[in-house]
């Protein structure tokens, strides 16, 4: 059969990509003739891939990432690569060297990151359905921000294989879609064991939404809903939970204590993955030529300095502060200690409750350089990261409006059990809509 | 017994390619050498960004192998790490090696001690790791143009083995070297004569002093020589009563000197971690399907038992895998009749007239050796002869001339021993006699050397074919008759 070919509009009013294909063939199966947007840390062969940094201008990967391939065999067109916080750091895609994305509900805000460029470009109806990946909440946070579905699956399912890797042990790529039902679709397409990725299990995603959650048993942690989350969200999701317990679900009370130290074993963990991710960056082979006159050392430091914007430099400096000799056991060694509390304190809740509900995010959208100070940027993940320390999946689907801004419900559940929160999500989204 | 001050302590970190088909983590192709640079890579080997390491199985069995045979116990959850440092040769500025849960802990290699027994030297762990690439610098040393990274070396499976400071001697750091080298040959997971598929780190100090760490060793000499010379630097500063500072050298093996790294490179904080994208080893239960071939020391004492050989014998035909299995070829056809005499020609002779002409063992037949033994053995000619015909065989497949068997060169030569031949032994022995007056008059003065001279003269005017006992006796009665 002769390949087929979609041709896309070449504007892009949010600037939702960094690199826009024209056109794209595509084949048969699932996603046949489905336009696919992909993030631009996602390897895909032959198309500039960036992570929207200076430092990987130019790149073109010669080969594809593993779910890119499962996309093209899927049918798929890959509509392009989208934008977002370089390397992955950031919460609003404003981290990009190629500059942010707007927000399609409100151009004056942000889309949430960092796959806001997904987010955005989903929302704006450019494409159906786009790939992000979730670090600490970089899927579920712009899904929630433009008021679309972002699924964050079991740490293991979704071979990481091509991804640019920001932080390994926590990141996950995932699908994001206006409805539950391309998210689900779009999972069975990426999900399953590659032998690339030593970290996947053999656990493929073979299934249809099903809306009925008649006895379904929903953990509301407290944490969820205490300071620093905004009331006008915190009213949204209670109603959204509310209807929930109209479909037949029953909510109990936790807490996860171990939250407390959550956000410090996040950042302490992924910047000292990341440190180490990033040190293969120094302008031998990728980035601006170095200069041949100097000492390599004194190279590299010009190369890394120049290239990387000051959130990747600021996340470099305190991952390889936190891996330094003498301080490994105060921090990194810590965070892990730390993780492990979080983890048992899921399962500790997962022992009484199927899922945990809460908000995505402790605000909607912030508007464009509000988050100016790292700290209270880094606050507002505070709702997403325990699920990556923990490894387990997590979507977030629109459930109503604050301020006129979307805002997202999170559902969280058992490790691999990503088919229970699509059906949690699947029968809020159908009962309201 | 606690080291006298002054005792030199010597401790080895030993890095072996493993022999696999392919890389460690990925599928690239391991026999890169003949090959152009950059040819044998592919994301994972090249580090480019986004792909992910997967673990050769068949690396981590050599090892457990190795880890066996050198008596070491594999821990229950080993693990990889990252050890991170930025040079150009490192494609992911980190290399994937094990740190604080190595694959093995303890175990012993006995070896030849300098006081002539066997001595255990211990272990302290053997861990898994990843060959970096090789930088190639254009220009010289002085004024260095450029250099170019060739990454087809890069994820070759290492292992690294960490010995205890228990040698006592350059020497003693040899022998564990040579006997290291052939047990791993036994095990058929590693290949000493491919280049740079060895390199070690040394520890060296006298008793009472700092210890010294002299990187960058890459061949088996090497590590004497680089330890023969630290010594003396070593000693020589403690006779003018200076200090010996703590440090890190490089071997500079085409100067056979040591020489400071410059204070900057041992400043290094590796910040190592756990690698996120491999999972724990639990592998600890395979080490009992693991069955091991015969090794070094079982067949040097196989050796003994069976064909009679001496100790020394029997340790240096067993000191290398070709040398063992060619021994055991040559004589495979009359192991009774052949051993004793092709233990002698093998360890003696063979392997000296090797060394002279830089030459593999690879490039000689058993068979051939076999015929030349057998030659001398029946006494078809002397011992002197023999050599002469090994002489001629080697150099004539060094040279990749049509090799002849040892009787074709016995008859093309006319080599065959002189037996009842005694006119032309009778007539050198008159010549030899006639023009060496001196020889004679010395013999008379009752000097012993003359004798032997003049023996040496025979020999030559009769190309060592005359049978040694009877020309003695002839020459004797030739001098007797001349009234001596």
């Keep these: ?433 | 017994m606690a080291d006298a001050e002054g005792q030199v302590i010597v401790g080895l970190e030993v890095h072996c390619q493993l022999d696999t088909l392919s890389k460690l983590f990925c599928g690239c192709s391991t026999d890169y050498r003949s090959d152009g640079p950059n040819t044998h890579v592919c994301p994972i080997c090249l580090g480019l960004p986004g792909a992910m390491p997967a673990l050769n199985k068949k690396a981590i069995e050599y090892a457990m192998k190795v880890a066996k045979a050198l008596n070491c116990e594999i821990i229950d959850e080993a693990e990889f790490s990252r050890k991170n440092y930025f040079y150009p040769d490192l494609d992911k500025a980190y290399q994937i090696t094990q740190y604080d849960k190595p694959l093995a802990l303890g175990g012993y290699l006995e070896i030849e001690s300098d006081e002539g027994g066997e001595k255990k030297v211990r272990l302290t762990r053997i861990h898994v790791e990843e060959d970096p690439g090789r930088l190639v610098h254009m220009g010289n040393a002085e004024r260095g143009k450029y250099s170019l990274v060739d990454y087809n070396r890069a994820g070759i499976p290492l292992i690294e083995i960490v010995s205890e400071p228990d040698m006592r001697s350059p020497k003693e750091a040899r022998k564990f070297l040579n006997k290291l080298r052939a047990t791993l040959e036994y095990l058929s997971v590693f290949d000493s004569e491919k280049e740079g598929s060895l390199r070690v780190d040394a520890n060296i100090s006298i008793k009472g002093n700092e210890r010294v760490e002299v990187k960058n060793i890459t061949s088996y000499k090497g590590v004497e020589k680089a330890l023969t010379f630290e010594v003396t630097r070593q000693k020589n500063l403690i006779r003018r009563s200076q200090k010996i500072d703590r440090e890190t050298r490089h071997y500079l093996e085409a100067r056979g000197v040591t020489q400071s790294a410059r204070s900057k490179e041992q400043e290094h904080d590796y910040r190592y971690f756990p690698e996120p994208d491999l999972r724990p080893l639990r592998v600890k239960s395979w080490i009992d399907g693991i069955v091991l071939p015969e090794l070094p020391d079982a067949r040097r004492e196989r050796f003994i038992a069976q064909y009679g050989c001496s100790l020394n014998h029997a340790r240096t035909l067993t000191g290398e895998l070709k040398m063992a299995n060619f021994f055991e070829q040559v004589v495979s056809k009359d192991p009774k009749g052949l051993s004793t005499l092709a233990a002698t020609w093998i360890a003696d002779t063979l392997i000296g007239e090797l060394n002279y002409r830089d030459m593999s063992l690879d490039k000689v037949e058993p068979a051939a050796m076999t015929g030349l033994v057998r030659l001398v053995q029946a006494g078809t000619i002397t011992d002197k002869s023999g050599v002469d015909v090994l002489r001629v065989m080697l150099d004539q497949r060094l040279n990749g001339e049509p090799s002849e068997t040892a009787d074709a060169i016995v008859k093309r030569l006319s080599l065959a021993r002189t037996t009842g031949d005694t006119g032309a032994i009778t007539a050198a022995i008159e010549d030899a006699i006639t023009e060496n007056p001196k020889a004679l008059e010395d013999y008379r003065a009752g000097k012993a050397g003359a004798l032997n001279f003049l023996v040496g003269q025979v020999m030559k005017k009769t190309r060592g074919k005359a049978d040694p006992a009877e020309l003695n006796r002839m020459l004797a009665e030739a001098l007797k008759n001349r009234g001596v």
């Design chain 1, 1 to 433: 059969m002769a390949p087929r070919t979609i041709t896309f509009e070449p504007s892009d009013p949010y600037n939702a990509f960094l690199t826009r294909c024209s056109r794209a063939a595509y084949g048969d199966g699932p996603l046949a003739g489905v336009a696919v947007a992909v993030k631009d840390n996602i390897s895909t062969s032959g198309i500039e891939t960036t992570c929207a940094s200076k430092i990987l201008k130019g790149y073109i990967p010669p080969y594809d990432a593993h779910v890119v391939g499962l996309l093209k065999s899927a049918g798929a067109a890959i509509a392009g690569k989208t934008n977002m916080d370089e390397f992955g750091m950031g919460t609003t895609t404003e981290n990009s060297a190629f500059g942010p994305t707007l927000n399609p509900c409100d151009t004056s805000r942000v889309p949430g990151g960092s796959s806001g460029g997904s987010a955005a470009a989903v929302a704006a109806g450019m494409v159906r359905m786009a790939l992000g990946s979730d670090t600490g909440g970089s899927i579920r946070c712009p899904a929630a921000f433009c008021g679309i579905v972002g699924l964050k699956p079991s740490y293991g399912r979704v071979s990481r294989y091509g991804l640019i890797a920001y932080s390994n042990s926590l990141e996950q790529i995932g699908p994001l879609g206006k409805t539950v039902s391309d998210v689900s679709t779009l999972m069975g397409v990426i999900a399953g064991h590659d032998r690339h990725d030593s970290t996947t299990y053999n656990r493929p995603y073979h299934h249809a939404p099903d809306a009925d959650i008649k006895g379904l048993k929903v953990g509301i942690p407290e944490e969820y809903f205490g300071t620093g989350v905004d009331l006008g969200v915190a009213g949204v999701v209670r109603k959204a939970i509310g209807r929930l317990e109209e479909l037949g679900a029953a909510t109990f009370p936790c807490s996860i204590p171990s939250m407390e130290y959550a956000l410090a074993a996040y950042y302490v963990t992924c910047t000292s993955e990341a440190s180490s991710n990033l040190a293969r960056f120094d302008g031998v082979r990728y980035g601006p030529a170095t200069d041949w006159k100097k000492s390599w050392h004194d190279a590299y430091k010009d190369v890394r300095g120049a290239a990387f914007g000051m959130e990747v430099r600021r996340r470099i400096m305190l991952g390889t502060f936190a891996l330094s000799s003498g301080y490994y056991g105060k921090y990194y060694a810590k965070a892990q200690v730390a993780r492990e509390n979080v983890r048992a304190d899921f399962n500790r809740i997962f022992r009484d409750v199927d899922v945990i509900a809460g908000p995505t995010m402790p605000t909607i959208a912030f508007r464009l350089k509000e988050k100016s100070d790292p700290l209270s940027m880094y606050l507002a993940d505070i709702l997403t990261v325990p699920a990556n320390l923990a490894g387990i999946p997590s979507i977030s689907v629109p459930c109503g409006n604050s301020e006129g801004m979307p805002v997202g419900l999170q559902i969280m559940g058992r490790m691999f059990e990503d088919e229970r929160v699509v059906d949690v999500a699947y029968a809020y989204e159908q009962a309201v809509n």
